[in-house]
């Protein structure tokens, strides 16, 4: 299976070395004609995209660029659609887990693929949100969401590394996504050509609290930070709006014959293969 990616970021970039049989597109793509070039040079079997806007050092970037980020996060994904569908090649896009803001309306408080996105006030999220509601009446496209990428691998992208290098922390219980794991599920869904969206997150959920005391485990033993509140990382200017905290549980991965481990269990063999990479 030949598979075009189209984004040479963090996981664009991960995937691509994964899979021998992938080709990581090499010029900026703006146009549906670039797209279509693309496909027409190519002549992949499924398009991952992998390209998107999130912000540096953070989403707070979004929102003093706005009119990039809606590019970026919106508009491209829907040309990329346009060229894909036009030349009737399979397309997985990856979604984000931020457009969730604090509990569902379901009695377990776990958001479902087939929830509306709440995300009120945040550029990066309702851009996120904004490609889902469109991609999603789409055929032979999937979206796959991710949540707050864990790697062993580090990176400026990895939560492993975000935590460990900040001074102050909040402990607030998330779903995760472990990138071997979600590699592979990319994989399969592209193989299946599944439409629809999935959640490509580990079943259960994670503390910060938890993932700190593993990494003081395995891999600094020395490490300490502060703990503070939600309210005090907005109040000490740490960051500009209060992010999207939620637990997220995927069923439409079950339809097709996917599973993910269960995120303790892939947090800690993560977390090991971590320390021996820094070492």
């Known amino acids: 299976m030949k598979i075009l990616i189209i984004g040479k970021g963090y996981i664009g970039e991960r995937c691509h070395k994964a899979w ?6 090499e010029k900026r793509v703006e146009t549906k004609q670039d797209v279509l070039e693309l496909l027409d040079e190519h002549n992949p079997d499924a398009v991952l995209n992998a390209a998107g806007v999130r912000g540096k050092p953070n989403v707070d970037w979004c929102e003093d660029h706005q009119m990039e980020t809606i590019l970026g996060n919106t508009k491209l994904p829907i040309t990329i659609a346009e060229a894909c569908q036009e030349r009737s090649v399979y397309l997985l896009h990856i ?36 490609a889902d509601l469109v991609l999603s009446t789409l055929p032979n496209v999937g979206i796959g969401r991710i949540r707050m990428p ?16 900040f001074p102050k922390v909040i402990d607030v219980e998330n779903s995760v996504t472990i990138v071997d794991d979600m590699v592979s599920v ?34 600094d033993s020395q490490h300490n930070n502060e703990w503070i509140t939600e309210e005090q990382l907005v109040s000490q200017g740490l960051a500009d ?39």
């Open 95 to 130: 979604g984000s887990g931020c457009i969730f803001y604090g509990d569902s309306s379901h009695e377990d408080k776990k958001w479902r693929e087939g929830d509306m996105g709440n995300p009120v006030e945040v550029t990066y999220s309702r851009t996120k949100w904004a």
């Open 20 to 25: 021998q049989d992938s080709v990581l597109a």
């Open 186 to 219: 990319f994989k399969q869904l592209m193989e299946k050509k599944a439409s629809g969206i999935f959640h490509v997150t580990n079943p259960g959920s994670i503390k910060h609290k938890e993932i700190l005391s593993l990494y003081e485990k395995y891999v």
């Open 241 to 279: 709006k209060k992010r999207s905290n939620n637990i997220m549980v995927s069923h439409n991965l079950a339809k097709v014959g996917i599973s993910m481990r269960p995120i303790m269990e892939a947090m800690e063999d993560t977390m090991k293969k971590y320390a021996k990479y820094k070492k």
């Open 150 to 165: 864990i790697d062993y691998v580090p990176s400026p992208n990895n939560m492993i590394d975000k935590l460990a290098t």
